[in-house]
């Protein structure tokens, strides 16, 4: 299946070819869980900024980097999929979206 995500994993991939191309960088084995860590720890740093939660002003900079840490987080998200083969447009219609085909109970 292919879709909006596998299609931004593609053009994602092609970017992080051209960094791991110029920095050398080794991305076999667990790189890319690794990097996602690294990522979800960023945007976390980032997020109690933006919020008002550590010693930065939550200003209009903490915003963008929220938005900026958000992007490299979701970037490295469909990387590991893409190296670990999991589609992610059917994982999420089958964990998310086949609920709105559901009856709603009261």
């Known amino acids: 299946m292919s879709g909006p995500l596998t299609d931004l994993g593609a053009q ?3 970017v992080s070819d051209i960094y791991a191309r110029n920095y050398g960088i080794d991305r076999s084995g667990d790189w890319y869980l690794l990097k996602l ?3 979800m720890g960023e945007l976390t740093q980032a997020y109690l900024d ?3 939660r550590s010693r930065r002003p939550a200003d209009d900079e903490a915003r963008a980097a ?4 958000m992007a490299d987080a979701l970037g490295m998200l469909l990387l590991l999929a893409r190296s670990e083969g999991v589609d992610l447009d059917a994982a999420v219609q089958e964990k998310w979206l086949s609920w709105l085909d559901k009856p709603v109970s009261a």
């Open 37 to 39: 860590q690294e990522e």
């Open 50 to 52: 933006a919020t008002g």
């Open 66 to 69: 929220l938005r900026r840490e």
């Open 12 to 14: 994602i991939a092609q």
